[in-house]
């Protein structure tokens, strides 16, 4: 798997959007969601990470406007993950991943070996896919596995990409 599947999932949800448990393919379905995009997380302590939220949560409505939907996935418990919520005030999904099931089903990159097995803090790193999900099964139009702690895409890079599913259908990658 290189990120580009869809990979069903069902998560706890803290956040103010879709329904707790949030099921992948049951929100995928929803009538007017035209692409979900998903923004796998490192830790509870990721600065990076916290900054990437506040951004999307301020900016959510320009998403929302061309039919996206965000869930970001953080590898914490569902205590952790209703801390940021509690913190952030987040518009969309925001699943716990605790076991790392998801994390690991979607290969989120990790670096340092065994070391960085151990520690998400030190070894796991971002990861941003976007599904098409006009059609079933849904399929990426956009996958980014970042290399370190603050290699992720932009919002504005986020945003196009769902504003050209409007315009027609972008490559597959």
């Known amino acids: 798997m290189s990120g580009t599947d869809f990979i069903d999932f069902e998560l706890p949800n803290a956040g103010a959007w879709g329904p707790n448990p949030f099921a992948l393919s049951n929100v995928a379905a929803q009538e007017g969601i035209r692409a979900l995009v998903l923004l796998f997380q490192r830790d509870h302590y990721c600065v990076a990470c916290r900054e990437q939220v506040q951004t999307f949560a301020d900016r959510y409505t320009e998403l929302t406007d061309h039919g996206a939907h965000v869930a ?12 940021w919520q509690e913190r952030y005030d987040l518009p969309f999904a925001l699943l716990a991943d605790k076991d790392k099931e998801v994390c690991d089903a979607y290969e989120q990159p990790r670096r340092f070996g065994l070391i960085g097995q151990m520690h998400d803090m030190v070894g ?19 996958v980014h596995k970042g290399e370190s702690p603050g290699d992720r895409p932009n919002f504005e890079r986020i ?14 990658v």
């Open 72 to 83: 970001s996935i953080l590898p914490e418990s569902e205590d952790r993950v209703a801390s």
């Open 124 to 142: 796991l790193m971002p990861l941003t896919v976007i599904f098409d999900t006009r059609n079933a099964p849904p399929h990426a139009v956009f």
């Open 159 to 172: 945003l196009k990409t769902v504003a050209d599913l409007e315009e027609g259908e972008p490559a597959t």
